[in-house]
């Protein structure tokens, strides 16, 4: 079974050796976003591609890259039509969050992502793993990434749990630094992150195509279930982001009140639209206007 303490083991070797041949043959090496090293494409793409499934998100990569190709062409865009855009992918925050940063890197910049890790989480939207994705997939720094995939690989692999939410907190990353090859660390995360995506899912792994099946602690323990156990998610047409999503495209056609957004709601979501439009109104997503409509947020002063 694979140690998890340090990347010198024979079987730390091996994995990755069996891991990086699989990926060469196996890989998505296509993906637009792995054809640059443009940190703004790269940071588009992670964006996108939060909650969102890699074949959804390809189209909207490219005509937002056709639209706006840099920080600076976002940057003068305005918030609305960068909703607008987004239409289709779902939690519109994130768009806004782009357009913010975007704003942010050229006015505190220079234009530039800022060169570290620590400074690139405090811009909008960007959390410890779109940090660590930027510096690993546009500027090959030696840095451990870890998205739902390749936490899931690992605790598998080398902790014989299911999921990483029975790993020990910090024992993951621990884990996903000490394995990091000393060179081609950018292929080795982009490996982790196909053989989860592609044949360590979350329901169904197909152990039978895994190449590193031999070294995995959760195929030798005989696939223990694990501790924690979510409640069943309500139907999407249930959660509020539902009756969000409704507001905010309707008023990407145009503006309207708030009756008339209550009227192409279901009657439950209908009866809480004074609370919709307030937290939509808080994360900037929609703004009152005149006559007693509401519409997208007008370009700030
Ligand atoms: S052997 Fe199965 S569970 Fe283990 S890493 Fe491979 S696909 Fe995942």
């Not at 976002?74 to 039509?81: E, F, G, I």
């Not at 960007?126 to 899931?152: C, E, H, K, L, M």
């Not at 999503?245 to 990407?252: E, K, P, S």
């Amino acid at each position: 079974m694979l140690a998890t303490s340090t990347s010198a083991t024979p079987e730390a070797a091996r994995f990755r050796r069996r891991l990086m041949a699989w990926y060469r043959e196996n890989g998505r090496h296509g993906l637009p976003w792995r054809l640059t090293r443009d940190p703004y494409a790269v940071l588009v793409s992670e964006v996108m591609l939060q909650q969102t499934q890699v074949e959804r998100v390809l189209p909207y990569y490219s005509a937002w890259l056709e639209r706006w190709p840099s920080f600076a062409a976002l940057a003068a865009a305005s918030p609305a039509d960068v909703i607008r855009e987004w239409r289709g992918l779902g939690y519109n925050r994130r768009a806004l969050n782009l357009h913010r940063l975007a704003v942010a890197v050229i006015s505190d910049h220079g234009g530039e992502l800022p060169p570290s890790a620590a400074t690139l989480r405090k811009l909008p939207g960007i959390g410890p793993y779109t940090a660590a994705a930027i510096q690993s997939f546009a500027r090959d720094q030696r840095i451990a990434v870890a998205d739902t995939n390749i936490a899931r690989v690992l605790a598998r692999a080398l902790f014989g749990t299911p999921t990483g939410r029975e790993v020990p907190a910090g024992a993951l990353s621990d884990a996903a630094d000490a394995l990091l090859p000393s060179r081609e660390v950018r292929h080795h995360n982009l490996a982790l992150m196909d053989l989860g995506a592609l044949v360590c899912g979350s329901r169904a792994p197909r152990c039978g195509e895994c190449p590193v099946a031999r070294l995995c602690a959760w195929k030798a323990a005989g696939y223990p279930a694990g501790k924690t156990t979510s409640a069943p998610a309500p139907r999407f047409e249930h959660t509020a982001r539902f009756a969000r999503g409704r507001i905010v495209d309707a008023l990407r056609a145009a503006p309207a009140t708030a009756a008339e957004l209550a009227a192409m709601l279901p009657a439950h979501h209908a009866a809480r639209i004074g609370h919709y439009l307030q937290a939509l109104e808080k994360d900037v997503l929609i703004a009152p206007a005149a006559d007693g409509l509401w519409s997208l947020p007008p370009r700030p002063r």
